[in-house]
């Protein structure tokens, strides 16, 4: 069954008990309403008859008939019509009386006289005439007397059982009548409204068809605009596709990303193994090669060697990245890792100018990283920077601290070839190399695992070419606080 029958079906269901609630309570309502006045319409009558025969002259004591006495059973259904007045004498003999019953006027058993005898009135229903159509009359019983006249009876007022029955019975049809058309036109109602309400969710359950269909994550459910739960829906939905698409655009480019690192790195491994197999083979099948050719050989084979070491070594650090590894990181000031790498980059490369722009000695600058892989990243800049850098060039090593941003600086700058422009927004892609010009013997990973390192510690990467010539890599790390210092060891005396 549809949402929309359901509602209808739950509605129109709802409707349906309220009128059967409302027309029971109605109906209890007229019922006690009617007897009620009936009551007392009996009662005023009885009691102005009463009234009545207190001053009545001693000839209107004695029987006779009425000729306008109304034939109770063939009585109309208006309430004066079938309403009948009787005066009884002491023993229940009817005196005159306004309705009759097959040509005689209603009897009334002696217990509901006897019953107004002792308490001075008495209601109740009664039933008059031949037993097998015997007509049931309501009655209200006053006792009167006359003690000038020596003479005592009972006044009955009385009206058709089945008016109120009859009356009762019309109530019925008519609610009866009355409900089913409301019930009808309440549910015609409900099934238009929730129509006309589920209206935009069949539209949205087609468009979502049609999404899983082709495919297409970039398509949006159109707007509601109603301000209800079909809103709120419709936009929680669009967010959920724009999530969706900006996961599947992101899966999309790793896995493009990942089959490019796969090929790059299997380009790169080719080449070393290919030197190393050539050279191997060689040397394997020319056993009385000269000792020069040799050792040439030899030494193909262990750069190659050093070459695929570095290159697996490499790898492995981004495959690390890639899973989440995040190196411990304590407390440490910057200035005493610049200065190793300062002073072991003047040993390693005494033809380029390897400068150090010291900061501020009374200044610690101190960032929560790891000494290791801050290390990794500064020789990488500097790696890079002689590279890239001729002999006689000059390569500054800078740091540095922004106290209100709260940041520190690292920044490695040459006076090299630069970058090209074109290679400026892929400088730090893996694998990616300049143009010859600044080409060296690496696989392009160096930069891409020091931008690793540096977001790792929540800092930010940046390449840019010097307005003269040259270029120049900085860094940017949170502060930290100084690490604490470590107290001296104890003396026992």
Known sequence: MSIRARIAVFAGATVAVTLVLFGVLLHVLASYGLRNDQQH???????????????????????????????LRAAGNTTNGSTFVEVLDANGAAIVSTGLIDGSPPTIDQTTLASATSNGHALATVRSGNPPGAVGLR????????????????????????????????????????????????????????????????????????????????????PVR????????????????????????????SLETQQRFVADASHELRTPLTTIRSNAGF?????????????????????????????????????????????????????????????Q??????????????????????????????????????????????????????????????????????DGT????PDLPRIFDRFYQADRARTGTGAGLGLAIARWIAEDHDGRLAAANNPDRGATFSVTLPLASPPEPTPPPSSNS
């Open 41 to 71: 319409l009996l009662r005023d009558r009885a009691e102005q008859t009463v009234a009545a025969l207190a001053a009545a002259p001693a000839a209107d004591f004695a029987p006779r008939g009425n000729a306008a006495a109304v034939d």
């Open 345 to 414: 980059a003047q040993r390693l490369h005494p033809t380029r100018d390897v400068i150090l722009v010291k900061p501020n000695p009374s200044h610690p600058v101190c960032v929560a990283g790891n000494a290791d892989a801050l290390t990794q990243l500064l020789w990488i800049l500097v790696d890079n920077a002689v590279k890239h850098t001729p002999r006689g060039g000059r390569i500054e090593l800078h740091l540095g601290r922004d106290e209100p941003a709260g940041i520190a600086g690292l920044a490695v700058r040459d």
């Open 226 to 253: 109603t301000g209800d739960d079909l809103d709120r829906l419709t936009v929680s939905f669009n967010a959920m596709l724009a999530r969706l698409e900006e996961t599947h655009t992101r899966l999309a480019a």
């Open 139 to 222: 009655v209200y019983v006053l006792p009167w007397t006359r003690p000038d006249l020596g003479r005592t009876g009972f006044v009955v007022a009385g009206q058709s059982a089945g008016e109120i029955d009859r009356q009762l019975t019309g109530l019925r049809r008519l609610l009866v009548i009355t409900s089913l058309l409301i019930l009808l036109g309440a549910f015609a109602a409900i099934w238009r409204v929730a129509g006309r309400a589920l209206r935009p969710l069949g539209a949205i359950a087609r468009t979502v068809d049609e999404i899983g269909q082709t495919r297409d994550l970039s398509r949006r459910l159109p």
């Open 418 to 421: 630069g970058i090209p422009e």
């Open 283 to 343: 040397l394997l099948a020319r056993p009385d090669v000269q000792p020069d050719d040799r050792t040439a050989a030899l030494q193909d084979i262990a750069a190659e060697s050093e070459r695929m070491s570095r290159l697996v070594d490499h790898l492995l650090t981004l495959a690390r990245a890639d899973a989440g590894h995040r190196p411990p990181k304590t407390p440490l000031d910057l200035a005493p890792l610049l200065r190793d790498v300062h002073r």
